[in-house]
């Protein structure tokens, strides 16, 4: 089965703030640990961070720590990308996507991948 993941981004300036939304249907959520990629354009997609299955732990590359939160809510089966103080350099379309696995940082742990958002920071 394949994770229909449904995000919203957007346009935003700089210094402001945008929540992306991760909805999955076709999966047992809960047994998914969640990551966040982004992809800037001509560069290859990065490893944004990561929930796990209960939510009790994340993760962050350097360049969002302190801005970026990931949160997920299994009642849902929804996961979130609050990004705060946003950067030019986040701009990039954004990815969610799900593993059973026990790595979670890099594209190829993923199981399934959810549509790209674009999120669009101006200077």
């Known amino acids: 089965l394949m994770c229909s993941c449904r995000v919203g981004g957007g346009l935003v300036q700089a210094g402001g703030s945008l929540r992306l939304s991760c909805a999955a249907s076709?999966?047992?959520?809960?047994?998914?640990?969640i990551a966040w990629f982004r992809q800037a354009p001509g560069k290859e997609r990065e490893f944004v961070g990561n929930?796990?299955?209960?939510?009790?732990?994340?993760g962050y590359t350097d360049s969002v720590k302190g801005r970026f939160t990931i949160s997920r809510d299994n009642v849902k089966n929804m996961v979130y990308l609050q990004m705060n103080k946003l950067k030019p350099e986040d701009t990039a379309v954004y990815y969610c996507?799900?593993?059973?696995?026990?790595?979670?940082?890099?594209?190829?742990?993923?199981?399934?991948w959810g549509k790209g958002t674009l999120v669009t920071v101006s200077s």
């Open positions: 076709g999966l047992a959520f809960t047994s998914y640990a």
């Open positions: 996507a799900a593993t059973l696995g026990s790595s979670w940082y890099h594209d190829y742990d993923m199981d399934h």
């Open positions: 929930i796990s299955w209960g939510g009790d732990r994340a």
